[in-house]
């Protein structure tokens, strides 16, 4: 079992970053695979970033060439660097875990992307 905590979230301007942090409550080192999801009022909860314990990664179209995502498996921690945000942005942000086919979904942290 893993608990995640996201963190990072915020109000920014169009055309703004911001980096989201998901702190997990023990090693990440073998967990299979970590991401970002994010949900939109009205909308399907979707997948922004992914990324495998092999080192692969995965992007949305609407994402690729802005938001990375790392893993930092000394800290424990994966994060989502977003830049040249959009309004389109906006919504809850939680980090997910696939560990032993078991999926872990932290509370989410809410990203605003407005003037």
């Known amino acids: 079992q893993v608990q995640l905590v996201e963190s990072g979230g915020g109000l920014v301007q169009p055309g703004g970053s911001l980096t989201l942090s998901c702190a997990a409550s023990r090693s990440i080192f073998s967990i299979y695979a970590m991401g970002w999801y994010r949900q939109a009022p009205g909308k399907h909860r979707e997948l922004v970033a992914g990324t495998t314990k092999g080192g692969g990664t995965n992007y949305a179209d609407s994402v690729k060439g802005r938001f990375t995502i790392s893993r930092d498996n000394a800290k424990n921690t994966v994060y989502l660097q977003m830049n040249s945000l959009k309004p389109e942005d906006t919504a809850v942000y939680y980090c997910?875990?696939?560990?032993?086919?078991?999926?872990?979904w932290g509370q989410g942290t809410q990203v605003t992307v407005s003037s």
């Open positions: 997910n875990a696939v560990d032993y086919g078991l999926n872990y």
